[in-house]
């Protein structure tokens, strides 16, 4: 990489335009590849959870980076299990808030405070992160919209719904600074919360 020239990476990064250009088709594919798998022990598929964690954010009156992000939290688990939650927040990092990102990466740790203490683990570990400013919203996210979302009685809107979301979302100019509001928390929920 040291001896290419301008001109050679210029080159290269006009022949990846289109490949970037498709991202939202690759994570549908993703999330399609999802609905394909169950975990051993689990009535839902991935994308069934995902789907009616953002069923319930969209209910919820919240935006379209929170649907998103709820759509997308545990997209790494298919390749990272063990760490999931911040796989999953690189994926949507360049193209949400940036409060967005740090709840889907932390949610894991959030989440522990429903089964941990089963595990030998400290349910609490979440309370490191008791003084930054997206604490309550991770685990408002957590109670509101991925604990509960494991039902497969629950009326979940299918994934065509929300492809829109997901190509206007990843269409966006990836880092943009209007977009990520770096220190900004948004609300989860809107009015009809």
Not at 50 to 73: C, F, K, M, Y
Not at 138 to 159: K, N
Request: with cysteine.
């Amino acid at each position: 990489m040291k001896y290419g020239t301008r001109e050679e990476y210029l080159l290269l990064a006009e022949l990846e335009k289109p490949f970037v250009a498709m991202t939202a088709d690759r994570i549908l594919r993703e999330l399609e590849r999802a609905g394909e798998e169950t975990l051993e022990g689990y009535r839902i598929s991935r994308l069934q959870h995902g789907l009616q964690s953002a069923t319930r954010a969209e209910r919820d009156g919240a935006d379209i980076d929170w649907i998103v992000g709820a759509l997308l939290h545990d997209i790494g688990d298919g390749l990272a299990p063990q760490n999931h939650d911040r796989m999953s927040a690189e994926v949507i990092r360049p193209f949400v808030r940036w409060d967005v990102a740090w709840v889907v990466e932390h949610h894991g740790i959030f989440q522990m405070l429903y089964y941990g203490h089963h595990y030998g683990w400290d349910r609490n570990a979440r309370d490191r992160y008791r003084d930054h400013p997206c604490f309550d919203s991770c685990a408002a996210f957590c109670e509101r919209w991925d604990q509960s979302s494991f039902d497969p009685d629950y009326d979940t809107l299918p994934l065509a719904h929300f492809e829109p979301l997901v190509r206007k979302v990843f269409g966006r100019k990836a880092y943009d600074p209007d977009v990520i509001r770096e220190g900004h928390v948004s609300s989860l929920m809107g009015a009809n919360a």
